[in-house]
């Protein structure tokens, strides 16, 4: 079982590398790139190395629909939502008593265990429809402070240095902060390519100063971590605004 579970992985990180290998980085068009032959060879080391692995295992994982309309994405602004969500894409048992501690304040707030019982089975129904409904709707928007560096003129991009796009980075909600998410393509979005210079203007003028521009990632729940209680996802859109909201840029 050990030999063939290593097979697999094997299997799925050099798919993976064969996959990635075939975009074009070259400025041309796809049907250019089709039309000639590759000559990077992935390595099967590189493929079983802790990188390919983890590369391959999230290539692998359910992947959000880019053209689902950004009305769409519900606004996740609770850990009680996170909490539904992380229930809804996860095939354990549903913890009733464990999430009434932290959905209900008067389930908290009685010590009487027949008390107790009776507000867990009026919650139930409450609670199953709202875990279907996060599971029924995985794309979801959420809004924070942008935390931009100086324009680069020869990168032509603005540094995003969220340390929610970091490796390892996780955020959570203070009313319920047992649940947390994660990115999984954060990196792909930690510079913001700007090559309009009179945009690169306009954003530059902002940083650093207060209020501060808001930055708004659009989001795909892909899968949880059970070992952190994450709810693993994937950026679909950024958006950076102006303090008043107004749209400046969008990735």
Do not use: W
Request: net charge positive; with cysteine.
């Amino acid at each position: 079982m050990k030999n063939s579970k290593f097979n697999s992985l094997a299997i799925l990180a050099t798919t993976s590398l064969i996959l990635l290998s075939g975009c074009s980085k070259s400025g041309k068009s796809d049907n250019q790139a089709a039309n000639q032959p590759s000559t990077d060879k992935p390595s099967l080391s590189a493929a079983l190395s802790p990188q390919g692995v983890k590369a391959a295992a999230i290539a692998a994982l359910p992947q959000a629909n880019p053209n689902t309309p950004l009305d769409q994405y519900t606004p996740l602004t609770s850990g009680n939502q996170l909490m539904f969500l992380y229930y809804g894409l996860s095939s354990m048992p549903v913890d009733y008593e464990k999430i009434a501690q932290k959905y209900s304040q008067e389930y908290r707030s009685t010590s009487d265990v027949f008390k107790q019982k009776d507000i867990l089975n009026a919650l139930k129904p409450r609670i199953d429809a709202e875990i279907a409904q996060a599971k029924n709707n995985r794309y979801f928007m959420m809004r924070g402070d942008a935390n931009l560096s100086n324009y680069d003129f020869n990168a032509k991009d603005f540094p995003n240095n969220d340390a929610l796009l970091s490796s390892g980075g996780y955020g959570y909600f203070y009313d319920n902060n047992g649940y947390h998410y994660s990115f999984t393509n954060g990196a792909d979005f930690k510079m913001l390519k700007v090559a309009d210079e009179a945009k690169a203007r306009q954003i530059e003028g902002m940083v650093n100063k207060y209020p501060s521009m808001k930055i708004v990632y659009y989001a795909y729940a892909q899968d949880i971590d059970p070992n952190s209680m994450t709810v693993k996802a994937q950026i679909v859109k950024v958006k950076l605004l102006d303090a008043s909201g107004n749209e400046l840029y969008a990735q």
